[in-house]
């Protein structure tokens, strides 16, 4: 079955870098345009970055634009989200997030993974 | 940036009544719109995307409907495991955007 593990998060002081993965398995990853989706204590959902399944598109939200970087390993069947300069304002559960269809990017998200904590303190 | 507003933000609703949830876009989404379920503790969950199409495994009693700017999920009969967060969200147009959510609580 189709499963999602992200790990990377932690505790980090404003200004400083973290870098998330997301481990996919029972799938073909390299098919799958992929998805960061936050959300922040208590709060509602907020998509951050998509990278499409061949790489050769990535947007953002306007918000994290030069400061977080979306990429991916088809060969580890790895997503990655590199965060630098950290605001207290990017404290969120971060979710990777799949396409619901293969060989293009639809933008809405059949899979979800259980989330890793990022606090910028 | 299209503003997605859910309404109301709680329902208080009797196990195996009616439930339903709006959502309006502030522009024209057409029929680009998804919705979630979403659990304490729990990642979301695909319900209805393409504003109506019910995800693999979602049972009958939840519907959506609408186009344009105004949505609707209906859950027909609530059940125990219904009572959740539920957030709509459009694709139409980058960036892709979340209503503020639906709290369905137990009456």
């Known amino acids: 079955q189709v499963q999602l593990v992200e790990s990377g998060g932690g505790v980090v002081q404003p200004g400083r870098s973290l870098r998330l993965s997301c481990a996919a398995s029972?799938?073909?990853?390299?098919?799958?345009?992929m998805y960061w989706v936050r959300q922040a204590p208590g709060k509602g959902l907020q998509w951050v970055a998509v990278?499409?399944?061949?790489?050769?598109?990535?947007f953002y939200t306007d918000s994290v634009k030069g400061r977080f970087t979306i990429s991916r390993d088809n060969s580890k069947n790895t997503l990655y989200l590199q965060m630098n300069s950290l605001r207290a304002e990017d404290t969120a559960v971060y979710y990777c997030?799949?396409?619901?269809?293969?060989?293009?990017?639809?933008?809405?998200?059949?899979?979800w993974g259980q989330g890793t904590l990022v606090t910028v303190s | 940036e299209i503003v997605m507003t859910q309404s109301p933000a709680t329902l208080s609703v009797s196990p195996g009544e009616r439930a339903t949830l709006s959502c309006r876009a502030s522009?024209?989404?057409?029929?680009?719109l998804a919705w979630y379920q979403q659990k304490p503790g729990q990642a979301p969950r695909l319900l209805i995307y393409g504003a109506s199409t019910r995800a693999t495994g979602v049972p009958a009693r939840f519907s959506g409907s609408g186009s344009g700017t105004e949505f609707t999920l209906t859950i027909s009969s609530l059940q125990s495991e219904d009572f959740a967060l539920y957030y709509c969200?459009?694709?139409?147009?980058?960036?892709?955007?979340f209503g503020g959510g639906t709290k369905v609580e137990i009456k």
């Open positions: 990278i499409s399944y061949d790489e050769s598109n990535e």
């Open positions: 029972g799938f073909t990853f390299s098919s799958y345009t």
């Open positions: 969200q459009q694709y139409n147009k980058w960036p892709l955007t």
């Open positions: 997030a799949r396409d619901y269809y293969a060989l293009g990017v639809h933008n809405w998200f059949d899979h």
């Open positions: 522009q024209s989404v057409t029929s680009y």
